[in-house]
């Protein structure tokens, strides 16, 4: 497993921006496939954006996609979620989740494809 650790939620305004960044350790994530997933309160976990190994590979949960965008950066260990235009109902947790995966550019958006998992970091959206 590797160990992985969020930062960069916070408060923002509805039709802001806010750049969560995940870092791992233990493991390589040249290795991973990666994935953020978000829990609002009373809410299950929800898919949001996944990316391949390689990063040549995204997707997107509907809700977010065109505004959302998902990177990684391999030498530095360290995968991105940046998040425009902002809405009240994107507030939640947002969890980062790392998969060893043999395909470069395969993509997982299933929680149980993931075998590390962050602490979380809340974003909260205001009016």
């Known amino acids: 497993q590797v160990q992985l650790v969020e930062s960069g939620g916070g408060l923002v305004q509805a039709g802001g921006s806010l750049r969560l960044s995940c870092a791992a350790s233990g493991r390589t994530l040249s290795s991973s496939a990666m994935g953020w997933f978000r829990q609002a309160p009373g809410k299950e976990r929800e898919f949001v954006a996944a990316?391949?190994?390689?990063?040549?590979?995204?997707n997107y949960a509907g809700s977010v996609k065109g505004r959302f965008t998902i990177s990684r950066d391999n030498a530095k260990n360290t995968m991105y979620l940046q998040m425009n235009s902002l809405k009240l109902e994107y507030t939640a947790v947002y969890y980062c989740?790392?998969?060893?995966?043999?395909?470069?550019?395969?993509?997982?958006?299933?929680?149980?494809?993931?075998?590390?998992w962050g602490q979380g970091t809340q974003v909260t959206v205001s009016s």
């Open positions: 989740a790392a998969t060893t995966a043999t395909a470069r550019e395969f993509v997982f958006t299933r929680s149980y494809n993931y075998d590390s």
């Open positions: 990316i391949s190994r390689s990063g040549g590979t995204t």
